[in-house]
């Protein structure tokens, strides 16, 4: 492992470092983290077993094992990545792993909320631009400065126009993404609903 | 943008902001908690020093981690004790319900929910755990979500979330016979892509759907998520009502009354609009199977694995990963596909009708030696019933292991785990690398029914040659 873990916190409108590419369409949670790592009360030792599977099987060939992505924080993936299973231990595996940002064709729902709660931004680009990128990082490191404020990322290189949802780019940006204060914060409004809906209303409490 | 539909009417009325980012705050009528996504909730909870917001509206059992041979305490494994103390203190200082082992209802959590009544038309849906989308059944709307926001529902009873659109899914005709419910969501995941989904709700609609049982409905809904979908969900009917009746938790006496005229009133319109309208000839499919490492490759039992040129140019990628990852070659029969375990269970198929279906298939026959068959039921009321059905001696009879209830091979939190590179017939719903325990284990998905006649003839077989 790496140098001691900080998570993120508060607003994140820049991040910069090299990027890790990882080939594959449909690439699903239990691959990220198999499930006999899911036996934990805490996320804490998660980074290390990312991909546990996948570099076993690869014998120290896969991009998480190669020297020169050690220091990489910016990956880069294709399509419906993290799809399967709802656990929030993949992206906290990537992240305590070292990954703060993620750039693919497209994610699955679940794996984006979860990405989002723990401050961990995902962009999508069109395939060819993620072929671009790919292709790069493997000829040579590819650093990038990504910008929140105009979902842009550039190398010395490259520039791309990158998608967000603007509801998680404005969280990012304000530095709301952990969402219980913002949720909080309408206390009221909750109790409101908790007494107007009609089904709490005839249904037996415990 | 969608308009009408169930899914929107549920959605508004559950509505209780817009928050400044963009999405929406939206109120949680029931939420489900496990031992696997639930703990560093708590752990969250306790560094901000918050509390349970509405304990009355979390419900807990256990089912990931726990052993289905001997489940007696402590359990062997240190770490899935660990798990479940921890779930047990948890909701003994927080005052939530607890469905135990032993105490008549536990189990996993999308089938205890659904037979205890506390799924109901018209309720937003939670849990950590992305087969929530099971709940859909009945009419609520209901998807998994991560950690974080467990924490979120527990302190709040409420989540950020940006609203789904809606795809309905238009289901003619009827399933022929030996056909069942796993193969129709099989086909259309195999039809739609397993991402098709994302940023939806499915609506699955039409006569095949109409006549589904409650627990077959809950077998579509379950597996909404294999096809990129958070949440899917049928409009109440008949069915859902009857259901529900004299159900634990369901409302009673003039409740009951209340209830059902609100629930009646709970549907999409018939001039609701739709993001999008898909169809699917519900009569034309065969028994499905997959072949592949994700849901969508799967064939009908008379086909063949698809050569590249056949497949889409987005699907090529990963049927090349699955050809070497499964050791199929393109052109091969999925029929007579030697198997070694057969797995019956599961959230998608663990319930006392998927029970019923393998073992009428399997009565008076005998699993095939090469093959370790095992049964886990979905909960300890599905044991219960099999038990006085007395199907359990039916499994037994043939060669299958009675198991207890739990989550079990589906993903192998428990010991029940593929070997080196076998390859299972499982009634689950995942056929991940890996998915089974064994980082080389091979998945085939199919129907209980065609798990039981994979189990008799030791490979690949169509069900339909025993019960016609």
Same mark, same amino acid.
């Given at each position: 492992?790496?140098?001691?873990?900080?998570?993120?916190?508060?607003?994140?409108?820049?991040?910069?470092?090299?990027?890790?590419?990882?080939?594959?369409?449909?690439?699903?949670?239990?691959?990220?983290?198999?499930?006999?790592?899911?036996?934990?009360?805490?996320?804490?030792?998660?980074?290390?077993?990312?991909?546990?599977?996948?570099?076993?099987?690869?014998?120290?060939?896969?991009?998480?094992?190669?020297?020169?992505?050690?220091?990489?924080?910016?990956?880069?993936?294709?399509?419906?990545?993290?799809?399967?299973?709802?656990?929030?231990?993949?992206?906290?595996?990537?992240?305590?792993?070292?990954?703060?940002?993620?750039?693919?064709?497209?994610?699955?729902?679940?794996?984006?909320?979860?990405?989002?709660?723990?401050?961990?931004?995902?962009?999508?680009?069109?395939?060819?631009?993620?072929?671009?990128?790919?292709?790069?990082?493997?000829?040579?490191?590819?650093?990038?400065?990504?910008?929140?404020?105009?979902?842009?990322?550039?190398?010395?290189?490259?520039?791309?126009?990158?998608?967000?949802?603007?509801?998680?780019?404005?969280?990012?940006?304000?530095?709301?993404?952990?969402?219980?204060?913002?949720?909080?914060?309408?206390?009221?409004?909750?109790?409101?609903?908790?007494?107007?809906?009609?089904?709490?209303?005839?249904?037996?409490?415990? | 943008?969608?308009?009408?539909?169930?899914?929107?009417?549920?959605?508004?009325?559950?509505?209780?902001?817009?928050?400044?980012?963009?999405?929406?705050?939206?109120?949680?009528?029931?939420?489900?908690?496990?031992?696997?996504?639930?703990?560093? *909730?708590?752990?969250?909870?306790?560094?901000?020093?918050?509390?349970?917001?509405?304990?009355?509206?979390?419900?807990?059992?256990?089912?990931?981690?726990?052993?289905?041979?001997?489940?007696?305490?402590?359990?062997?494994?240190?770490?899935?004790?660990?798990?479940?103390?921890?779930?047990?203190?948890?909701?003994?200082?927080?005052?939530?319900?607890?469905?135990?082992?032993?105490?008549?209802?536990?189990?996993?959590?999308?089938?205890?929910?659904?037979?205890?009544?506390?799924?109901?038309?018209?309720?937003?849906?939670?849990?950590?755990?992305?087969?929530?989308?099971?709940?859909?059944?009945?009419?609520?709307?209901?998807?998994?979500?991560?950690?974080?926001?467990?924490?979120?529902?527990?302190?709040?009873?409420?989540?950020?979330?940006?609203?789904?659109?809606?795809?309905?899914?238009?289901?003619?005709?009827?399933?022929?016979?030996?056909?069942?419910?796993?193969?129709?969501?099989?086909?259309?995941?195999?039809?739609?892509?397993?991402?098709?989904?994302?940023?939806? *709700?499915?609506?699955?609609?039409?006569?095949?759907?109409?006549?589904?049982?409650?627990?077959?409905?809950?077998?579509?809904?379950?597996?909404?998520?294999?096809?990129?979908?958070?949440?899917?969900?049928?409009?109440?009917?008949?069915?859902?009502?009857?259901?529900?009746?004299?159900?634990?938790?369901?409302?009673?006496?003039?409740?009951?009354?209340?209830?059902?005229?609100?629930?009646?009133?709970?549907?999409?319109?018939?001039?609701?609009?739709?993001?999008?309208?898909?169809?699917?000839?519900?009569?034309?499919?065969?028994?499905?199977?997959?072949?592949?490492?994700?849901?969508?490759?799967?064939?009908?039992?008379?086909?063949?694995?698809?050569?590249?040129?056949?497949?889409?140019?987005?699907?090529?990628?990963?049927?090349?990963?699955?050809?070497?990852?499964?050791?199929?070659?393109?052109?091969?029969?999925?029929?007579?596909?030697?198997?070694?375990?057969?797995?019956?269970?599961?959230?998608?198929?663990?319930?006392?009708?998927?029970?019923?279906?393998?073992?009428?298939?399997?009565?008076?026959?005998?699993?095939?030696?090469?093959?370790?068959?095992?049964?886990?039921?979905?909960?300890?009321?599905?044991?219960?019933?099999?038990?006085?059905?007395?199907?359990?001696?039916?499994?037994?009879?043939?060669?299958?292991?009675?198991?207890?209830?739990?989550?079990?091979?589906?993903?192998?939190?428990?010991?029940?785990?593929?070997?080196?590179?076998?390859?299972?017939?499982?009634?689950?719903?995942?056929?991940?690398?890996?998915?089974?325990?064994?980082?080389?284990?091979?998945?085939?998905?199919?129907?209980?029914?065609?798990?039981?006649?994979?189990?008799?003839?030791?490979?690949?077989?169509?069900?339909?040659?025993?019960?016609?």
């Amino acid at each position: 492992m790496k140098s001691e873990f900080t998570p993120p916190i508060g607003k994140i409108s820049q991040i910069n470092g090299q990027c890790i590419s990882l080939v594959g369409n449909d690439i699903d949670t239990d691959r990220i983290i198999p499930a006999r790592f899911l036996k934990c009360v805490n996320f804490d030792s998660l980074g290390e077993s990312v991909f546990e599977d996948d570099r076993k099987t690869l014998k120290g060939q896969h991009p998480f094992d190669l020297e020169e992505n050690k220091n990489a924080t910016i990956l880069i993936v294709n399509s419906n990545f993290g799809c399967g299973s709802s656990r929030e231990h993949a992206p906290q595996a990537l992240m305590r792993w070292g990954i703060r940002a993620i750039i693919g064709e497209s994610f699955a729902d679940i794996f984006y909320s979860n990405c989002i709660a723990i401050g961990v931004p995902c962009f999508t680009l069109p395939k060819n631009s993620i072929q671009d990128m790919q292709n790069h990082s493997f000829n040579k490191c590819l650093f990038l400065e990504i910008d929140m404020n105009n979902s842009s990322a550039k190398s010395k290189e490259l520039n791309f126009d990158l998608e967000i949802k603007e509801s998680a780019r404005k969280m990012f940006l304000s530095g709301e993404w952990d969402a219980t204060s913002a949720l909080l914060e309408n206390e009221k409004l909750i109790e409101n609903k908790f007494h107007d809906l009609p089904y709490l209303k005839f249904n037996n409490q415990f | 943008m969608s308009k009408d539909t169930l899914f929107d009417k549920v959605w508004d009325l559950h509505k209780v902001s817009s928050l400044p980012g963009g999405s929406d705050q939206i109120f949680i009528g029931l939420h489900l908690i496990h031992e696997v996504t639930s703990p560093q *909730a708590f752990g969250a909870l306790k560094d901000k020093n918050l509390t349970v917001k509405f304990p009355s509206r979390t419900v807990a059992t256990v089912d990931h981690i726990v052993p289905t041979d001997n489940q007696s305490r402590p359990f062997k494994d240190n770490l899935a004790e660990q798990m479940i103390e921890t779930l047990e203190k948890n909701c003994l200082q927080h005052k939530i319900k607890f469905f135990n082992i032993g105490s008549g209802s536990q189990g996993i959590v999308h089938v205890v929910a659904p037979e205890l009544g506390l799924t109901q038309p018209g309720m937003t849906i939670a849990c950590g755990d992305s087969h929530t989308s099971t709940h859909g059944a009945f009419g609520s709307i209901a998807f998994g979500i991560g950690t974080s926001q467990v924490r979120d529902v527990l302190a709040t009873q409420t989540i950020a979330m940006n609203k789904l659109k809606v795809r309905q899914i238009w289901c003619e005709n009827q399933l022929s016979n030996g056909v069942y419910a796993k193969d129709l969501v099989l086909h259309i995941i195999n039809k739609l892509g397993v991402k098709a989904g994302v940023g939806f *709700a499915y609506e699955f609609a039409g006569p095949a759907i109409n006549g589904l049982s409650m627990e077959e409905r809950m077998t579509i809904c379950n597996m909404s998520i294999e096809g990129g979908a958070r949440c899917g969900y049928i409009n109440p009917d008949e069915k859902t009502f009857s259901y529900m009746k004299n159900k634990l938790c369901s409302p009673k006496n003039e409740h009951w009354e209340k209830a059902l005229t609100w629930w009646k009133s709970l549907k999409s319109d018939e001039d609701s609009i739709y993001d999008d309208v898909i169809k699917i000839d519900a009569s034309k499919i065969e028994p499905t199977v997959t072949w592949g490492i994700t849901p969508g490759q799967s064939i009908g039992i008379n086909q063949q694995i698809p050569f590249l040129d056949e497949l889409s140019p987005n699907d090529k990628l990963v049927a090349e990963e699955a050809y070497e990852y499964m050791s199929f070659k393109p052109g091969q029969s999925i029929k007579d596909i030697p198997v070694e375990v057969c797995f019956i269970g599961s959230c998608t198929n663990g319930r006392i009708s998927d029970l019923r279906v393998a073992a009428k298939v399997l009565k008076d026959k005998k699993v095939s030696k090469n093959v370790k068959a095992f049964v886990v039921p979905g909960s300890e009321k599905v044991a219960n019933e099999a038990k006085q059905e007395g199907l359990d001696q039916i499994f037994k009879d043939s060669g299958f292991q009675w198991r207890e209830p739990g989550c079990s091979m589906c993903l192998a939190m428990n010991s029940d785990k593929l070997i080196g590179n076998q390859i299972s017939a499982s009634s689950s719903n995942r056929n991940f690398k890996g998915r089974q325990g064994s980082p080389r284990g091979r998945t085939l998905l199919m129907s209980p029914a065609m798990v039981a006649a994979a189990a008799i003839n030791g490979k690949v077989s169509d069900v339909r040659e025993f019960i016609n």
